[in-house]
């Protein structure tokens, strides 16, 4: 597995490591995917965007929810920018974070965040189908804004990939757009960013894809909750429901049996 490792020093004198690792197999390296803001030359401005539209505040709340203690082992799924990822740090420095997406320039860009603000993280560029642990072998699972994009099959290959990496009384968390009705929120972002991509027929971009702040037809709070359940996890429920300025938005959380 490739890596690349950045090093900055704490004025402690504690190194703090970030790296970068590519979890695809051949196979996926040919698999297309939408960038965040949905075309590669605008990734620049998603922090921005993500700051206009209030985002930082849903991923304090997605992390206060999760309630990582110090030692747990996190993964944060459709990372981008490490936005969240970089949130579980700064709640909980002495968590052990681990951000995935598929998008290499989101998680250079993560990378220079990380090391700019002496957190240590490790970025694997992979799928949401195919997550880059072991059995067993994490606490958290979190997500923010990210599930929606990704195509009805690979959103069922997620949450049983996440019920098997999972310790028994692991948690996933999960904030995304969505209603309790499931109702369509597809041009919540009103085109900004986006070229009114139809993300709920994944394009030919396989189980794992992720793109700008559009959302599927039908993928909601129910969607979630059933998605949940039928992998496996148990009491699997909406805990909170924002009326945000794009639609609502939902936090979902399950435990892992």
């Excluded at 189908?129 to 069922?156: C, F, K, T, Y």
Aim: charged share 25%; hydrophobic share 40%.
């Amino acid at each position: 597995m490739p890596t690349r490792v950045i090093t900055g020093r704490k004025a402690s004198r504690m190194s703090t490591t970030v790296r970068i690792l590519d979890h695809r197999t051949p196979e996926e390296r040919e698999r297309e995917f939408l960038p965040g803001m949905g075309k590669p030359w605008l990734l620049p401005f998603y922090d921005l965007f993500s700051r206009r539209v209030g985002a930082r505040a849903l991923h304090e709340r997605a992390v206060a929810l999760a309630d990582v203690a110090p030692g747990q082992s996190v993964l944060d799924v459709g990372c981008g920018t490490a936005n969240l990822a970089l949130t579980v740090l700064r709640a909980q420095p002495a968590a052990r974070v681990t951000g995935l997406d598929p998008d290499a320039g989101a998680l250079r860009v993560a990378a220079r965040k990380a090391t700019r603000r002496r957190l240590p993280i490790t970025l694997v560029q992979g799928f949401a189908d195919r997550l880059p642990n072991g059995d067993g072998s994490l606490d958290h699972i979190v997500s923010a804004l990210a599930l929606h994009h990704v195509p009805e099959e690979g959103r069922g290959l997620f949450a049983r990939e996440a019920v098997r990496v999972l310790r028994p009384g692991g948690k996933v968390t999960i904030v995304d757009f969505g209603g309790a009705d499931g109702a369509d929120g597809a041009d919540h972002a009103g085109g900004a960013g986006r070229s009114g991509h139809g993300h709920g027929s994944g394009h030919g971009r396989g189980p794992g894809h992720r793109g700008g702040h559009g959302m599927p037809r039908g993928h909601g709070q129910a969607d979630l909750v059933r998605l949940l359940a039928d992998a496996g996890f148990t009491d699997v429920r909406e805990v909170e429901h924002v009326e945000h300025r794009f639609g609502p938005i939902t936090f979902v959380q399950a435990t892992r049996p």
